[in-house]
């Protein structure tokens, strides 16, 4: 599609309302609430709102809105960092009278046809920022800072993206309009005492095996450690990053929502993706993740990623 047609949506539409995926990181609520604030900047009397469910560790970002079933009838939903349908936060958007995807996995989008998808880019953040500046668009200092937000985090700190110049002149751009890099720098480096701790015992729980380490976190560790799904999954996934020996590292954690068994993949120069697909995952060439019934599928993963590096 065209941005542009995009763009003509938004000016044309009364309600706007941003979601992205379940169980947000920095990039999905970075990009939500970077683009409900530009939007609600350049159009003060659009009604905008912001839904989802909401994780503690980003909520120095902002907060969501508690709106009704009606608010979506008419409206236009921009989704944005994510492009298949069971991942989207608030299902509600069904209703809405458009639909438009903003993203930059490799996932086939089930959602809509009206979808600006760029794998290119670093971040979802980066590709919006990108989109609305090309449009002429102001982007609000507060926007930049949770665009940036996006950018630095899901770019690992300005080390991955298949286009790092684009993604550095993007996030200039977005200092330029004011971005408050530091303020992000200093929430997410900050851990509590019990983050501390839950390293500690992770570090000693991994498994490792031709080229391969993972953990295995049974329902059990939520007990001893009260937190989130994500500080979990996503938040020991580093314990097994930058071992020499190690290319491909996973998480598998137990989701007592669904029962089932999330698995996070990172890689180091070799590409995974596939092996998410095969499970019927994805995401990114070395970052991508999938689900699979129960511990006992663990050992087919492994096996897979072993002979991947064979
Ligand atoms: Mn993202």
Redo the contacts with the bound molecule.
Sequence with gaps: MDYKDLFKDIEAYETIIIERHTRP?L??LGSQIGLSLILKNKYPNKNIYIVGDMTKKYSFIGKMDEIEDEKFNGALVIIV?VAVSYLVSDKRYTNASKVWVID??KNDCDITDYKLVDTTRS??AEYIAYLVMKEGIDIPSSAATALYG?IIT?SGRFMYGANLSETLRVSASLIDFGADAKYIYDNIYIETLQEREMKNYFQERIKFKDGVAWLENEPEVFDKFKCEFNDISRGMLSLMAGIEEIKIWCNFTYDMESNTVKCEFRSRGVEIVDVAKSFGGGGHAYACGCTIPSFQNVEEVIQKFIQLLK
């Design positions: 990181d990039d999905a960092d930059h996995h971040a979802a996006g899901d």
